[in-house]
């Protein structure tokens, strides 16, 4: 097999882009059909914990990019998917549905510590790899009167957890255990891991 150098993305996040942008990782878009149901495949089962939770969503959004990638008869290359998710204690803080979910996510996550995991996966043909981050952050005690301004600003809207590190909500940061990358949602170290093992050039 020729060394490859580029790998197709299978989100549609433009966080991940940049990172990948950073590290010099050349790739193209693999984005769902109008007949997938993306969203579907992120339900959280009944007592699912955390790291179970990211990484099965992780690989089943992989095996939907390959078989879509078989699909279009595109170019071979590696297929990179990731999944990010909070969680407080055990429970899962997913992507906020309005407003109202946004404002409750908020309100828990401040004052505490909590995990931000992400998986991340690469497949080609038969090969499946993968690896997970678990970083932890600290919010400091935010005021309602803050939240209701951040959540008015349409920021939490598709950020699991309702919020992005690199937004306005860092103000409320106090501390990370662990990798920005990661909580922006691509774990660069594990990422370059998983391209060298795949022989991708960056």
Partial sequence: MTTPDFIYLASQSP??????????????????????????????????????????????????????????????????????????????????SDASEAREMLAALSGHEHRVLTAVAIGQGRRREMLLNVSRVRFAPVPPEQIEAYVASGEPMGKAGAYAIQSRAALWIERINGSYSSIMGLPLHETGLLLQRFGVRF
């Fill in 15 to 96: 966080r991940r882009r940049q990172l990948l942008d950073q590290i010099g990782v050349r790739h193209d878009l693999l984005l769902p059909d109008d007949d997938e149901d993306a969203e579907a495949l992120e339900a959280v089962l009944p007592g699912e914990a955390p790291p179970d939770y990211v990484q099965r969503v992780t690989q089943a959004k992989l095996e939907a990019a390959l078989a879509r990638l078989k699909r279009r008869r595109s170019p071979s290359a590696p297929v990179l998917c990731a999944d990010t998710t909070v969680a407080l204690g055990r429970r899962i803080l997913g992507k906020p």
